[in-house]
Protein backbone atom coordinates (compact mmCIF):
# COMPACT_ATOMS: atom_id res chain seq x y z
CA UNK A 1 0.00 0.00 0.00
CA UNK A 2 1.54 3.30 -0.92
CA UNK A 3 0.26 7.10 -0.70
CA UNK A 4 -2.15 6.34 -3.65
CA UNK A 5 -4.00 3.57 -2.99
CA UNK A 6 -4.53 5.03 0.67
CA UNK A 7 -6.23 7.86 -1.27
CA UNK A 8 -8.09 5.92 -3.00
CA UNK A 9 -8.95 3.58 0.37
CA UNK A 10 -10.98 6.74 1.14
CA UNK A 11 -13.99 6.50 -1.19
CA UNK A 12 -14.60 3.32 0.54
CA UNK A 13 -14.19 3.48 4.17
CA UNK A 14 -14.09 6.57 6.59
CA UNK A 15 -11.06 8.97 5.79
CA UNK A 16 -10.44 8.87 9.48
CA UNK A 17 -9.95 5.01 9.79
CA UNK A 18 -8.12 4.63 6.56
CA UNK A 19 -5.35 7.89 7.98
CA UNK A 20 -5.37 6.21 11.15
CA UNK A 21 -3.85 2.54 9.27
CA UNK A 22 -1.74 5.00 7.27
CA UNK A 23 -0.22 6.09 10.17
CA UNK A 24 0.54 2.40 11.40
CA UNK A 25 1.83 1.74 7.96
CA UNK A 26 4.29 4.67 8.45
CA UNK A 27 5.04 2.94 12.01
CA UNK A 28 6.19 -0.16 10.36
CA UNK A 29 8.13 1.72 7.28
CA UNK A 30 9.92 4.05 9.92
CA UNK A 31 11.64 0.82 11.75
CA UNK A 32 13.01 0.25 7.87
CA UNK A 33 13.70 3.19 6.99
CA UNK A 34 16.19 3.47 10.46
CA UNK A 35 17.71 -0.03 9.58
CA UNK A 36 18.64 1.01 6.54
CA UNK A 37 19.76 4.40 7.16
CA UNK A 38 22.35 3.48 10.29
CA UNK A 39 23.03 -0.86 9.09
CA UNK A 40 22.79 -1.41 13.29
CA UNK A 41 21.02 -3.92 15.44
CA UNK A 42 18.03 -1.77 16.61
CA UNK A 43 17.68 -0.64 20.19
CA UNK A 44 14.66 -2.37 20.69
CA UNK A 45 13.32 -5.26 19.14
CA UNK A 46 10.58 -5.41 15.78
CA UNK A 47 7.12 -7.02 16.14
CA UNK A 48 6.77 -10.17 14.26
CA UNK A 49 4.75 -8.10 12.41
CA UNK A 50 7.10 -5.80 11.45
CA UNK A 51 9.74 -8.29 10.58
CA UNK A 52 7.46 -10.73 8.00
CA UNK A 53 6.49 -7.19 6.40
CA UNK A 54 10.20 -6.04 5.58
CA UNK A 55 11.03 -9.81 4.37
CA UNK A 56 7.95 -9.72 2.06
CA UNK A 57 8.70 -6.59 0.89
CA UNK A 58 12.38 -7.97 0.20
CA UNK A 59 11.27 -10.98 -1.31
CA UNK A 60 9.12 -8.98 -4.09
CA UNK A 61 12.18 -7.35 -5.51
CA UNK A 62 13.87 -10.95 -6.41
CA UNK A 63 12.99 -11.74 -9.91
CA UNK A 64 11.14 -15.58 -9.08
CA UNK A 65 8.24 -13.45 -7.61
CA UNK A 66 7.78 -10.85 -10.00
CA UNK A 67 4.58 -10.54 -11.61
CA UNK A 68 4.91 -11.73 -15.21
CA UNK A 69 8.49 -12.99 -14.86
CA UNK A 70 9.26 -15.56 -17.56
CA UNK A 71 12.38 -17.54 -16.65
CA UNK A 72 14.18 -19.23 -19.20
CA UNK A 73 17.73 -19.97 -17.55
CA UNK A 74 18.76 -22.94 -15.96
CA UNK A 75 18.33 -21.23 -11.88
CA UNK A 76 15.02 -18.84 -11.70
CA UNK A 77 14.23 -19.82 -8.33
CA UNK A 78 11.85 -22.09 -8.62
CA UNK A 79 10.35 -23.92 -5.48
CA UNK A 80 7.99 -27.17 -6.40
CA UNK A 81 6.52 -26.87 -2.62
CA UNK A 82 4.46 -23.99 -1.11
CA UNK A 83 5.70 -24.95 1.85
CA UNK A 84 9.25 -24.49 0.97
CA UNK A 85 8.54 -21.23 -0.38
CA UNK A 86 7.10 -20.18 2.46
CA UNK A 87 9.46 -21.67 4.82
CA UNK A 88 11.97 -18.95 3.01
CA UNK A 89 10.01 -16.46 2.75
CA UNK A 90 9.70 -16.71 -1.16
CA UNK A 91 13.27 -15.67 -0.68
CA UNK A 92 14.93 -18.55 -3.15
CA UNK A 93 17.99 -17.11 -4.92
CA UNK A 94 20.65 -17.55 -2.25
CA UNK A 95 23.30 -14.77 -1.65
CA UNK A 96 26.25 -14.01 -3.27
CA UNK A 97 27.36 -14.82 -6.92
CA UNK A 98 29.88 -17.62 -8.59
CA UNK A 99 33.29 -15.32 -8.11
CA UNK A 100 32.26 -14.20 -4.42
CA UNK A 101 29.68 -14.80 -1.70
CA UNK A 102 29.41 -10.94 -1.09
CA UNK A 103 28.95 -10.06 -4.45
CA UNK A 104 24.96 -8.90 -5.58
CA UNK A 105 22.67 -10.44 -7.76
CA UNK A 106 21.33 -8.59 -10.70
CA UNK A 107 18.31 -11.23 -10.37
CA UNK A 108 17.81 -10.81 -6.67
CA UNK A 109 17.95 -7.56 -5.23
CA UNK A 110 16.26 -8.38 -2.31
CA UNK A 111 18.20 -11.40 -1.26
CA UNK A 112 21.02 -9.46 -2.49
CA UNK A 113 19.92 -6.83 0.36
CA UNK A 114 19.10 -9.02 2.70
CA UNK A 115 22.69 -10.61 2.87
CA UNK A 116 23.97 -7.00 3.10
CA UNK A 117 22.14 -5.79 5.46
CA UNK A 118 22.69 -9.04 7.76
CA UNK A 119 26.11 -8.33 7.46
CA UNK A 120 26.25 -5.06 8.50
CA UNK A 121 24.10 -5.97 11.61
CA UNK A 122 26.35 -8.87 13.33
CA UNK A 123 29.01 -6.26 12.81
CA UNK A 124 27.22 -3.96 14.67
CA UNK A 125 26.54 -6.73 17.32
CA UNK A 126 29.95 -8.01 17.17
CA UNK A 127 30.79 -4.49 17.88
CA UNK A 128 28.96 -3.60 21.08
CA UNK A 129 29.81 -7.52 22.59
CA UNK A 130 33.33 -6.15 23.10
CA UNK A 131 35.31 -6.26 20.01
CA UNK A 132 34.76 -2.41 19.31
CA UNK A 133 37.65 -2.90 16.58
CA UNK A 134 36.64 -5.00 14.27
CA UNK A 135 36.39 -3.90 10.51
CA UNK A 136 34.48 -6.48 8.66
CA UNK A 137 32.25 -9.24 8.74
CA UNK A 138 29.92 -11.99 6.46
CA UNK A 139 27.66 -14.49 7.52
CA UNK A 140 28.65 -17.76 5.40
CA UNK A 141 26.34 -20.28 5.73
CA UNK A 142 28.35 -23.30 6.92
CA UNK A 143 29.16 -24.67 10.61
CA UNK A 144 32.58 -23.37 12.48
CA UNK A 145 34.76 -26.10 10.89
CA UNK A 146 34.41 -25.57 7.47
CA UNK A 147 34.45 -21.67 7.94
CA UNK A 148 38.40 -22.28 9.62
CA UNK A 149 39.14 -24.30 6.40
CA UNK A 150 38.05 -21.42 4.49
CA UNK A 151 40.43 -19.05 6.10
CA UNK A 152 43.09 -21.70 5.88
CA UNK A 153 42.61 -22.13 2.26
CA UNK A 154 42.55 -18.02 2.12
CA UNK A 155 45.96 -18.15 3.89
CA UNK A 156 47.27 -20.59 1.20
CA UNK A 157 47.58 -17.86 -1.21
CA UNK A 158 49.48 -15.67 0.91
CA UNK A 159 51.82 -18.43 2.22
CA UNK A 160 52.22 -20.80 -0.67
CA UNK A 161 55.62 -22.18 0.99
CA UNK A 162 54.05 -23.02 4.56
CA UNK A 163 52.95 -26.47 5.44
CA UNK A 164 52.43 -26.40 9.41
CA UNK A 165 49.59 -24.61 11.50
CA UNK A 166 50.19 -24.62 15.00
CA UNK A 167 47.65 -25.63 17.63
CA UNK A 168 47.03 -25.29 20.86
CA UNK A 169 45.41 -28.59 21.88
CA UNK A 170 41.44 -28.87 22.60
CA UNK A 171 39.73 -32.16 21.73
CA UNK A 172 37.24 -31.35 19.53
CA UNK A 173 37.54 -33.10 16.55
CA UNK A 174 36.30 -30.39 13.68
CA UNK A 175 39.00 -28.15 15.39
CA UNK A 176 41.39 -30.67 14.33
CA UNK A 177 39.80 -31.71 11.09
CA UNK A 178 39.30 -28.25 9.87
CA UNK A 179 42.90 -27.94 9.36
CA UNK A 180 43.70 -31.09 7.78
CA UNK A 181 40.83 -30.48 5.12
CA UNK A 182 42.92 -27.65 4.02
CA UNK A 183 45.56 -29.76 3.76
CA UNK A 184 47.96 -28.79 6.02
CA UNK A 185 49.84 -30.86 8.87
CA UNK A 186 48.36 -29.68 12.90
CA UNK A 187 51.71 -29.13 15.39
CA UNK A 188 50.18 -29.74 18.38
CA UNK A 189 50.77 -27.85 21.74
CA UNK A 190 49.96 -29.73 24.50
CA UNK A 191 48.49 -27.75 26.92
CA UNK A 192 50.25 -27.07 30.75
CA UNK A 193 48.84 -27.72 34.27
CA UNK A 194 48.33 -24.79 36.30
CA UNK A 195 46.10 -25.64 39.74
CA UNK A 196 43.03 -27.35 37.66
CA UNK A 197 43.15 -25.18 34.38
CA UNK A 198 45.24 -26.70 31.16
CA UNK A 199 46.73 -23.08 29.96
CA UNK A 200 48.43 -22.70 26.99
CA UNK A 201 52.15 -23.45 26.74
CA UNK A 202 54.10 -20.24 25.01
CA UNK A 203 57.27 -21.71 25.91
CA UNK A 204 56.60 -24.66 23.48
CA UNK A 205 54.76 -22.39 21.16
CA UNK A 206 57.71 -20.26 20.50
CA UNK A 207 60.28 -23.57 20.71
CA UNK A 208 58.26 -24.94 17.61
CA UNK A 209 58.42 -21.93 15.66
CA UNK A 210 62.01 -21.61 15.90
CA UNK A 211 62.55 -25.33 15.42
CA UNK A 212 60.40 -25.90 12.03
CA UNK A 213 60.71 -21.64 10.67
CA UNK A 214 58.31 -19.33 11.23
CA UNK A 215 57.54 -19.23 7.24
CA UNK A 216 56.99 -22.61 7.30
CA UNK A 217 53.96 -22.16 9.38
CA UNK A 218 50.25 -21.11 7.67
CA UNK A 219 49.50 -19.73 11.27
CA UNK A 220 48.53 -20.41 14.55
CA UNK A 221 45.18 -21.80 15.22
CA UNK A 222 44.10 -20.77 18.93
CA UNK A 223 40.92 -21.30 20.56
CA UNK A 224 38.57 -18.62 23.36
CA UNK A 225 35.35 -20.98 24.41
CA UNK A 226 35.85 -24.37 25.33
CA UNK A 227 34.99 -27.13 27.58
CA UNK A 228 36.75 -26.70 31.25
CA UNK A 229 39.16 -27.73 32.66
CA UNK A 230 40.85 -26.43 29.37
CA UNK A 231 40.78 -22.10 29.57
CA UNK A 232 40.81 -20.20 26.45
CA UNK A 233 44.47 -19.76 24.91
CA UNK A 234 46.36 -16.95 25.84
CA UNK A 235 45.50 -15.08 23.14
CA UNK A 236 47.70 -11.60 24.04
CA UNK A 237 50.60 -13.65 24.40
CA UNK A 238 49.83 -15.62 21.00
CA UNK A 239 49.23 -11.93 19.40
CA UNK A 240 52.34 -10.76 20.26
CA UNK A 241 54.43 -13.73 19.10
CA UNK A 242 52.29 -14.08 15.70
CA UNK A 243 53.24 -10.18 15.16
CA UNK A 244 56.90 -11.17 16.26
CA UNK A 245 57.38 -13.85 13.89
CA UNK A 246 55.46 -12.60 11.01
CA UNK A 247 52.73 -15.46 11.62
CA UNK A 248 49.18 -14.68 10.42
CA UNK A 249 46.44 -15.67 13.20
CA UNK A 250 43.38 -17.57 13.55
CA UNK A 251 40.85 -17.54 16.43
CA UNK A 252 38.21 -20.35 16.99
CA UNK A 253 35.92 -18.21 18.87
CA UNK A 254 33.01 -21.16 18.17
CA UNK A 255 30.93 -19.76 21.23
CA UNK A 256 32.65 -17.15 22.57
CA UNK A 257 30.56 -14.01 21.57
CA UNK A 258 28.09 -14.50 24.61
CA UNK A 259 31.02 -14.17 26.95
CA UNK A 260 32.53 -10.53 27.36
CA UNK A 261 35.66 -12.25 28.58
CA UNK A 262 36.62 -13.75 25.15
CA UNK A 263 35.49 -11.15 23.31
CA UNK A 264 37.92 -8.79 25.67
CA UNK A 265 40.63 -11.47 24.82
CA UNK A 266 40.00 -11.02 21.58
CA UNK A 267 40.11 -7.07 21.30
CA UNK A 268 42.83 -7.17 22.94
CA UNK A 269 45.14 -9.33 21.38
CA UNK A 270 44.35 -7.49 18.12
CA UNK A 271 45.23 -4.21 19.92
CA UNK A 272 49.11 -5.68 21.21
CA UNK A 273 49.70 -8.39 18.73
CA UNK A 274 48.02 -9.85 15.52
CA UNK A 275 44.73 -11.15 14.81
CA UNK A 276 43.96 -11.86 11.29
CA UNK A 277 40.25 -13.83 11.85
CA UNK A 278 38.01 -14.82 13.88
CA UNK A 279 35.26 -17.12 13.37
CA UNK A 280 32.42 -17.93 15.57
CA UNK A 281 29.07 -19.93 15.17
CA UNK A 282 25.57 -18.85 14.72
CA UNK A 283 23.46 -21.60 16.32
CA UNK A 284 25.81 -21.51 19.31
CA UNK A 285 25.42 -17.63 19.82
CA UNK A 286 21.93 -16.40 18.54
CA UNK A 287 20.20 -19.73 18.99
CA UNK A 288 19.10 -20.24 15.21
CA UNK A 289 19.59 -23.85 13.58
CA UNK A 290 22.84 -25.58 12.98
CA UNK A 291 24.46 -23.92 9.23
CA UNK A 292 25.73 -20.43 9.53
CA UNK A 293 29.23 -18.84 11.00
CA UNK A 294 30.18 -15.05 11.50
CA UNK A 295 33.97 -14.96 10.06
CA UNK A 296 34.99 -11.40 11.28
CA UNK A 297 38.35 -9.69 11.18
CA UNK A 298 40.57 -6.33 11.29
CA UNK A 299 41.46 -5.66 7.71
CA UNK A 300 38.76 -5.52 5.59
CA UNK A 301 40.32 -6.49 2.52
CA UNK A 302 41.69 -9.77 3.83
CA UNK A 303 37.46 -10.48 4.88
CA UNK A 304 36.99 -9.49 1.33
CA UNK A 305 39.74 -12.09 0.46
CA UNK A 306 37.86 -14.94 2.88
CA UNK A 307 34.78 -14.14 1.03
CA UNK A 308 35.89 -14.68 -2.35
CA UNK A 309 37.39 -17.61 -1.89
CA UNK A 310 34.08 -19.35 -1.22
CA UNK A 311 32.80 -21.12 -4.47
CA UNK A 312 29.22 -20.30 -5.84
CA UNK A 313 26.46 -19.17 -5.06
CA UNK A 314 25.01 -20.08 -1.53
CA UNK A 315 22.50 -20.31 0.98
CA UNK A 316 20.21 -17.31 2.48
CA UNK A 317 18.83 -19.39 5.23
CA UNK A 318 21.60 -18.94 7.89
CA UNK A 319 21.88 -14.78 6.90
CA UNK A 320 17.95 -14.89 7.41
CA UNK A 321 17.27 -16.54 10.64
CA UNK A 322 20.23 -14.55 12.25
CA UNK A 323 18.22 -11.30 11.03
CA UNK A 324 15.00 -12.09 11.96
CA UNK A 325 16.65 -13.49 15.65
CA UNK A 326 18.59 -10.29 16.14
CA UNK A 327 15.34 -7.91 14.68
CA UNK A 328 12.95 -9.89 16.99
CA UNK A 329 15.41 -9.29 20.24
CA UNK A 330 16.67 -6.16 19.47
CA UNK A 331 20.03 -5.11 20.60
CA UNK A 332 18.45 -4.64 24.19
CA UNK A 333 17.17 -8.21 24.09
CA UNK A 334 20.33 -9.96 22.88
CA UNK A 335 21.89 -7.80 25.85
CA UNK A 336 19.54 -9.18 28.65
CA UNK A 337 20.17 -13.07 27.46
CA UNK A 338 23.93 -12.31 27.56
CA UNK A 339 23.32 -10.95 31.33
CA UNK A 340 21.34 -13.83 32.34
CA UNK A 341 23.69 -15.87 31.08
CA UNK A 342 26.53 -14.84 32.82
CA UNK A 343 24.19 -14.37 36.52
CA UNK A 344 23.46 -18.24 36.03
CA UNK A 345 26.95 -19.15 35.66
CA UNK A 346 27.23 -17.90 39.18
CA UNK A 347 24.33 -20.09 39.74
CA UNK A 348 25.30 -22.77 38.06
CA UNK A 349 28.99 -23.17 39.86
CA UNK A 350 27.27 -22.91 43.68
CA UNK A 351 24.53 -25.45 42.58
CA UNK A 352 27.48 -27.90 41.33
CA UNK A 353 29.57 -26.71 44.06
CA UNK A 354 26.95 -27.69 46.22
CA UNK A 355 26.06 -31.09 44.74
CA UNK A 356 29.76 -32.17 44.71
CA UNK A 357 30.43 -31.14 48.69
CA UNK A 358 27.82 -33.81 49.05
CA UNK A 359 29.24 -36.49 47.14
CA UNK A 360 32.76 -36.03 48.37
CA UNK A 361 33.71 -34.09 45.48
CA UNK A 362 34.98 -30.64 44.14
CA UNK A 363 34.12 -28.35 41.52
CA UNK A 364 36.94 -27.98 39.42
CA UNK A 365 38.60 -24.57 39.80
CA UNK A 366 38.98 -23.18 36.23
CA UNK A 367 38.49 -19.01 36.91
CA UNK A 368 40.24 -17.86 33.65
CA UNK A 369 37.05 -20.31 31.42
CA UNK A 370 33.43 -17.91 32.09
CA UNK A 371 31.05 -20.84 29.85
CA UNK A 372 32.07 -24.34 31.08
CA UNK A 373 32.26 -25.68 34.76
CA UNK A 374 33.75 -28.90 35.77
CA UNK A 375 32.97 -31.33 38.05
CA UNK A 376 35.74 -34.43 39.59
CA UNK A 377 34.77 -37.46 39.65
CA UNK A 378 36.73 -39.26 41.76
CA UNK A 379 34.70 -41.10 44.01
CA UNK A 380 32.86 -42.99 40.99
CA UNK A 381 35.92 -44.12 39.64
CA UNK A 382 37.52 -45.85 42.72
CA UNK A 383 35.10 -47.90 41.89
CA UNK A 384 35.44 -48.42 37.73
CA UNK A 385 35.89 -46.84 35.05
CA UNK A 386 32.17 -48.11 34.37
CA UNK A 387 30.60 -46.25 37.02
CA UNK A 388 32.13 -42.74 35.01
CA UNK A 389 31.20 -43.52 31.82
CA UNK A 390 27.76 -44.57 33.01
CA UNK A 391 26.91 -41.74 34.39
CA UNK A 392 27.19 -40.25 30.98
CA UNK A 393 24.68 -42.73 29.72
CA UNK A 394 22.07 -42.13 32.91
CA UNK A 395 22.31 -38.85 32.60
CA UNK A 396 21.01 -38.92 28.76
CA UNK A 397 18.64 -41.32 29.52
CA UNK A 398 17.20 -38.83 31.88
CA UNK A 399 17.28 -36.00 28.97
CA UNK A 400 19.98 -34.29 30.76
CA UNK A 401 21.26 -32.74 27.14
CA UNK A 402 25.05 -31.16 26.96
CA UNK A 403 26.38 -32.77 29.76
CA UNK A 404 29.66 -34.40 29.11
CA UNK A 405 31.37 -37.16 31.07
CA UNK A 406 35.29 -36.91 30.89
CA UNK A 407 36.59 -41.08 31.92
CA UNK A 408 40.84 -41.28 32.16
CA UNK A 409 42.64 -42.68 29.74
CA UNK A 410 40.68 -42.23 26.42
CA UNK A 411 42.10 -42.81 23.34
CA UNK A 412 40.86 -41.79 20.08
CA UNK A 413 42.56 -41.15 16.78
CA UNK A 414 41.19 -38.14 14.75
CA UNK A 415 42.27 -37.98 10.70
CA UNK A 416 45.64 -40.26 11.81
CA UNK A 417 46.88 -38.31 14.84
CA UNK A 418 45.94 -40.22 17.96
CA UNK A 419 45.14 -38.28 21.04
CA UNK A 420 45.67 -39.59 24.58
CA UNK A 421 43.38 -38.57 27.13
CA UNK A 422 41.06 -37.66 24.49
CA UNK A 423 38.32 -35.32 25.32
CA UNK A 424 40.32 -34.12 28.51
CA UNK A 425 42.43 -31.80 26.11
CA UNK A 426 45.51 -33.13 27.82
CA UNK A 427 47.77 -36.91 27.75
CA UNK A 428 46.77 -37.39 31.36
CA UNK A 429 44.60 -35.08 33.25
CA UNK A 430 44.87 -36.24 37.08
CA UNK A 431 40.68 -36.80 37.62
CA UNK A 432 37.80 -37.90 35.62
CA UNK A 433 35.40 -34.71 35.50
CA UNK A 434 31.89 -34.22 34.34
CA UNK A 435 30.99 -30.43 32.48
CA UNK A 436 28.13 -28.60 32.53
CA UNK A 437 27.67 -24.74 30.68
CA UNK A 438 25.98 -21.75 31.05
CA UNK A 439 25.44 -20.79 27.77
CA UNK A 440 23.43 -18.16 26.25
CA UNK A 441 19.22 -19.22 26.62
CA UNK A 442 20.17 -21.40 29.52
CA UNK A 443 17.46 -20.96 32.56
CA UNK A 444 17.05 -21.35 36.14
CA UNK A 445 14.63 -24.40 35.90
CA UNK A 446 17.29 -26.11 33.43
CA UNK A 447 19.93 -25.36 36.09
CA UNK A 448 17.16 -27.16 39.03
CA UNK A 449 16.46 -29.61 36.70
CA UNK A 450 19.91 -31.23 35.78
CA UNK A 451 21.29 -30.62 39.32
CA UNK A 452 18.36 -32.86 40.80
CA UNK A 453 18.76 -35.46 37.99
CA UNK A 454 22.15 -35.41 38.60
CA UNK A 455 22.21 -36.12 42.74
CA UNK A 456 19.96 -38.97 41.79
CA UNK A 457 22.09 -40.57 39.47
CA UNK A 458 25.25 -40.46 41.53
CA UNK A 459 23.26 -41.76 44.53
CA UNK A 460 21.77 -44.65 42.52
CA UNK A 461 25.43 -45.49 41.04
CA UNK A 462 26.85 -45.42 44.94
CA UNK A 463 24.31 -47.46 45.97
CA UNK A 464 25.10 -50.28 43.24
CA UNK A 465 29.12 -49.65 43.81
CA UNK A 466 27.89 -50.31 47.60
CA UNK A 467 26.20 -53.21 47.04
CA UNK A 468 28.50 -54.56 44.52
CA UNK A 469 31.42 -54.45 47.54
CA UNK A 470 29.42 -56.09 49.85
CA UNK A 471 28.25 -59.03 47.46
CA UNK A 472 32.21 -58.93 46.64
CA UNK A 473 33.13 -59.34 50.47
CA UNK A 474 30.52 -62.34 51.21
CA UNK A 475 32.64 -64.98 52.51
CA UNK A 476 32.73 -68.04 49.75
CA UNK A 477 31.38 -70.78 52.76
CA UNK A 478 28.21 -68.91 53.03
CA UNK A 479 27.59 -69.08 49.05
CA UNK A 480 28.47 -73.27 49.21
CA UNK A 481 26.18 -73.59 52.12
CA UNK A 482 22.78 -71.85 50.52
CA UNK A 483 20.21 -74.46 50.28
CA UNK A 484 18.78 -74.62 46.37
CA UNK A 485 14.94 -74.98 46.35
Known amino acids: MNIQNFSLSEKLVSSSYVRQGLQARRGHEQLVRVLLQQGKCPEEGWSESTVEL ?24 RVASGLVARRHYRLIHGIGRSGDIAAVQPKAAGSSLLNKITNSVVLDVLKFTGVRSVSSCFVVPMATGMSLTLCFLTLRHRRPGARFILWPRIDQKSCFKSMQTAGFEPVVIENVLEGDELRTNLEEVERK ?16 SCF ?14 CAKHDIPHIVNNAYGMQSSKCMHLIQQGARVGRIDAFVQSLDKNFMVPVGGAIIAGFDENFIKEISKMYPGRASASPSLDVLITLLTL ?9 AERKELYGHLAQELSALAERHGERLLHTPHNPISLAMSLNHLQ ?6 VTQLGSMLFTRQVSGARVVPLGVE ?14 ADAYPCPYLNAAS ?31 SESGSPAEDVDDQTVP
Open 54 to 77: FLNELAVMDSNNFLGNCGVGEREG
Open 209 to 224: IEELGAENFLCVHSTT
Open 228 to 241: APRVPDRLEELAVL
Open 330 to 338: GANGYKKLL
Open 382 to 387: THSTAA
Open 412 to 425: QTVSGHTFRGFMSH
Open 439 to 469: AIGITRDDITLCIKRLDKCLKSLSKEASAEK
